[in-house]
């Protein structure tokens, strides 16, 4: 190491400094000329492919038309950049390995979460509009309108005449009694009203609803009777009966009621009297 020769040992070091400097100099140099080399052999092939990331894949027509659960997943060749809709902002990004792997949304229905593109959504009900759980009761028919005859005098409405039957509380059976009917004005108008004898019946029942006489089946009313009430008004009207039975045309036997229950029902035209109730002793 420690230099010999004629010249000074300083002259020797230098010498020694120099070639360890172009030693160094020329080892760069051949590493950098083979990086070069190696760079321009690759630049000469053909670049690996990028891998290519899509936006989120546009749903399709199938989709939006589809009642079931399923979904395109294929991205369309092109994408259009669009504003993300509801639809779209909740899918999944593109996988390249789609076409391997079955979409989630391949499910069942009970399974595919729900989505606003979905037609079967169903919008809240409101409580206030929910049909009532029990139905209202109808509401009665209006009144009919006034009706007038060719005098021009305002017709009694069967809802504006009351009728009522009399009959005495207690009978002797076999014995001759007088029963009656009332006809009254119950409206706040005066009005005119056919009260004939032929729309008068009076009928007697048993207490079990057996039909035991009646004035249509031997006697039937007769006579022509038009009158003007005026409101509160009432006309009566009175028949004897023998207290006897009686059937339909006047047939058979007419025998006495037996004791017991029994009731009598007035009528005028299509209008009944609550059933009077009174006994045969």
Known sequence: MHPVGPSSPTTYWIRRVLAV??????????????????????????PAPAAVTSAAPTLTGVLANSTGPSRSTVPSPTPTPTAPTDATASAPPADPNAAATPSPTDASPTDAAPTDASPTATPPTDPAAAPPSETAPAAPPPPPPPSYDADGKLLCADASVAVAAQAPEQVAAGANVIVGMTVTNSGAEACRRDVSGTLQVFTVFAADGTRMWSTADCFPGQGTDVRDLAPGESLKYTVKWSGTTSAPGCTGERAPLAPGSYSLIAQLGALSSPPAAFTVA
């Not at 400097?21 to 053909?46: E, F, K, M, P």
Request: overall charge positive.
């Open 21 to 46: 400097v172009v030693a160094v100099a020329v080892l760069v140099g051949v590493i950098l000329y083979l990086a070069g080399r190696s760079s321009r052999s690759s630049a000469g092939t053909d």
